[in-house]
């Protein structure tokens, strides 16, 4: 089947008895196939987000939308208490007429609904500390509002995923298969990643011990998950809930920070450009704070930096595990491209740790004034 296309029995499935369904192509998202639909006819009339889920990298597309349809159901449920408007403020999922909330075709595609919602964009890059403050709010308040959700019940859609051990020990085996013959040129890389050997416990240890709570977190927190409003330009929506799973809140926190206070691109060849902004810091980490509504506990608000630091080590331990395979998992451009990539992730690595004591006097003055 192409990809692009919706079979009939898809449509029929979640949009029974519509005399008329304009169904097209929408977004710019990477993973799913993404549709708009404009659908009219007995069963109600509407614009409508029809998803194909991409089940090579969701292996189980039905646990996931378990988690979807819990976390959304809750959120819905607090909105509502909180005076909020659920449907513009979370996702909702629109059920098949047997009240499922996936739909598997007959060629095997899962796909999935959601109400269409109106008058929103959709950045794909910061244009400025503002925009990246805006995000860390909805990202915050996501976290609040889900503060005393059971995390433990949401099944893990990618296991190990920010297990940082694992991928420490992923990259060990790569160094010593060394299948793609490029060890010996980047010794110094793996002797910046082998120097923080026993760093890389530092986040799971403290979960595991129960210092770190295990909250829901949504794993792929990019400023184009966030739909914000075209009339106040605030960011009104979390969106895009596929790897929402049971993992720290600082990791969440900690990734947004890699990607979003970088001054350089995560593939810029000179790292004469790249370190951590601490203006963008601070920017995301009042929005994340302000928006967490005091929900984090104190062991959360210290292990801030730490997230920071371990999001970007593990990122970059990720990159060069796959240049020394062969670049087998991230899709490469030009030669070394993911050697690149670690590099200014390990620079970025450096900076923070270079920059900590600022670091952790902007999130004491924050969290004083915030939380
Ligand atoms: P990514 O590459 O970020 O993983 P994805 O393939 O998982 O993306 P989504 O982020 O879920 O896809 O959706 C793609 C785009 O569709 C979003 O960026 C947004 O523009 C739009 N979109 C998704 N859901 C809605 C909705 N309920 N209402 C309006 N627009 C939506
Ligand atoms: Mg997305
Ligand atoms: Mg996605």
Redesign the pocket.
């Known amino acids: 089947m192409n990809q692009k296309t919706v079979p009939q029995e898809v449509l029929n499935t979640f949009f029974p008895g519509t005399s008329l369904a304009d169904v097209r192509s929408?977004?710019?998202?990477?993973?799913?196939d993404?549709f708009l639909v404009e659908a009219s006819g007995s069963s109600g009339s509407g614009k409508f987000?029809l998803?194909r889920i991409n089940s090579e990298i969701f292996q189980h597309p039905e646990e996931l939308m378990e988690n979807i349809q819990g976390v959304t159901g809750w959120l819905r449920k607090k909105i509502t208490e909180e005076g909020g408007d659920p449907a513009r403020e979370t996702?909702n999922l629109r059920l098949t007429a047997d009240g499922k909330p996936i739909f598997k075709d007959a060629s095997g595609g899962y796909w999935r609904v959601?109400?269409?919602?109106e008058n929103?964009s959709?950045f794909s890059q910061s244009e400025s500390a503002e925009d990246f403050y805006q995000s860390a709010l909805s990202f915050g308040h996501f976290q609040r509002l889900l503060a005393d959700y059971p995390a433990h019940t949401l099944h893990e859609t990618i296991p190990h995923f920010h297990d940082t051990p694992v991928r420490f020990a992923t990259f060990e085996k790569a160094v010593a298969a060394d299948s793609a013959g490029r060890a010996d040129s980047v010794r110094e890389e793996i002797a910046f990643v082998t120097a923080r050997r026993e760093y890389v416990h530092t986040l799971v240890d403290k979960q595991a011990s129960g210092i770190l709570p295990l909250r829901v977190t949504h794993n792929?927190t990019?400023l184009?998950?966030i739909?914000i409003d075209n009339e106040t330009g605030k960011g009104i929506c979390v969106?895009?809930l596929?790897t929402v799973m049971p993992g720290l809140s600082v990791n969440d926190f900690g990734d947004s920070i890699r990607f979003g206070a970088s001054t350089g691109a995560e593939d810029e060849p000179d790292l004469t450009k790249v370190s951590c902004s601490l203006e963008l810091f601070e920017a995301y980490t009042k929005g994340f704070l302000e928006g967490c509504g005091g929900a984090l506990t104190p062991a959360e608000l210290d292990s801030l930096i730490d997230g920071a630091i371990m999001m970007t080590l593990e990122c970059g331990i990720r990159f060069l595990t796959d240049h020394l395979e062969g670049d087998h998992y991230f899709k490469i451009h030009r030669e070394n491209h993911n050697l690149d990539r670690a590099r200014t992730q390990f620079k970025l690595v450096s900076d923070m740790e270079a920059k900590r004591s600022d670091m952790e006097a902007i999130v004491k003055k924050l969290a004083a004034e915030l939380c």
């Open positions: 929408y977004g710019d998202g990477h993973i799913n993404t987000i998803q996702l959601y109400d269409f919602i929103t959709c792929d990019k184009n998950n739909l969106i895009d596929d």
